[in-house]
């Protein structure tokens, strides 16, 4: 049994059909990549199997669990956590506290007084104070934990929504073009965590429309085009596929 499965997505936007019976397994444990050129359907298809849109169409099943159309929230639960293709921390917040603020559940967030706060809440935000530091250390944003994210550059701000994502803790990972905009040097950063983090056993799915920048990351890619599969298999193999190749000529790519 995969770990999650996307079985006859579909998808239409007006008269668009963005995403066209599209069918995608993850086993536990892959680093899958999803390719396509602008447009295929590649962040519509995350949309749908995260609950940011329910699709038309369609079963997304997650460990034997029906879970089509549940809400981004109830899928973070269930330990299923997503990024967007553009990022979304609150640029009025220091670094610091957006990664706190990722959290799920925090009791203090509530509006109790602070005096009638229990022992257990504070344990709590003591654990979140110290998860979020050492995110922070991990992806070497120490320097930076008391900026305002808008100061951030576009990789800085990747690496943010990284170490967000992970305060959720999630064993299956999505990331939507987390290299788009970043310079080579943090691309090689970023990979390098994403490949620490499936090598400790987290399974993840990462959006990618340029040829190439995903070869020797992941495990499989599957290309998409014009919201179908296009080709799946060893990113070497597929990187050689005449139909792959045509879709990048032919295509829109930028
Ligand atoms: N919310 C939306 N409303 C209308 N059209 C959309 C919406 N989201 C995506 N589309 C359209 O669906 C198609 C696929 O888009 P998208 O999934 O963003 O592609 P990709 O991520 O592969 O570049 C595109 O033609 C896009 O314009
Ligand atoms: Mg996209």
Redesign the pocket.
Known sequence: MSLLSADGITKE??G?R??DDLSVSIDEGELVGVM??????????F?CVSGV?PPDNGTVTLRGTDVTGDSPESLAHRGLVRTF?DTRELETMTVRDNVRLAAPDQSGERTLPALLRSDEMKNEEVAVRRRADQLIETFELDHLADEYSSNLSGGQRKLLELARTLMLDPDVLML?EPFAGVNPTLTNEIADHVRGLNDDGMTVVI?E?ELETLTSLVDRLVV?QQ?RLLVEGEPGVVLEDERVIDAYLGGDVE
């Open positions: 936007f007006g668009l963005a995403i396509g050129p602008n447009g295929a359907g590649k962040s519509t298809f949309n849109i293709q939507d959006i429309h998409l919201g």
